[in-house]
């Protein structure tokens, strides 16, 4: 990879993976690197532009970024913070292209990439092709796997905590017999699950 880019790369490192998506900007600059070659697109547009892409995530509250994969979360809830991704991510990457004096043709173009990277429909040229794809190339990476079964699993153990602090408020349940036959059902699906997990792995 050429110096700037590594420069680059080591500027948007505090940014990267705040989404519970540990190797999600290593993995996709694997597949633009790749891709850029095979597919001859403009490395000097494609590889900047993935490796900043995301790093807007970090500017969210952590809730905030979670709410793409919360299955409760409006539909409008989740575009709104796409957009917000996207928007935080351009302010960003002005910011570190502007520190390695990237030329400034080049940064519009990757700006525009950026800005609309989840959102945009349709592809607008091949070098922004390449970054979406090597961007969706995640989900079906192993790491990408590995981070989506470890944010399930996450999710799960909240939902436990949940009802069982449910199940201990005051004035819920009447007896102590209902309340004691609730936390030990809550015990055994627990144990359940653990075990259905155990032997999918
Ligand atoms: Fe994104
Ligand atoms: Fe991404």
Known sequence: MKEIFNKIWELALPYQDKRDDAGHAKTSLKYALKLVDLEKGNEDVVIPA?????????????????????????????????????????????????KVNYSPELTDEILEIISQHDTRKGFISKNEGIVRDADKLWRTSKEGFTASEARAKKREAKRFKLIEEGLNKADYIYSKTARQIALADLKYWEKQKRHDEASNS
């Open 50 to 98: 993935i490796i900043l892409h995301d790093v807007g995530w970090s500017q969210l509250p952590e809730e905030r970024r979670l709410i793409i994969f919360d299955p409760r979360a409006s539909e409008e809830d989740k575009r709104e913070v796409q957009l917000e991704h996207q928007t935080e991510s351009v302010k960003l990457a002005v910011k570190i292209l502007r």
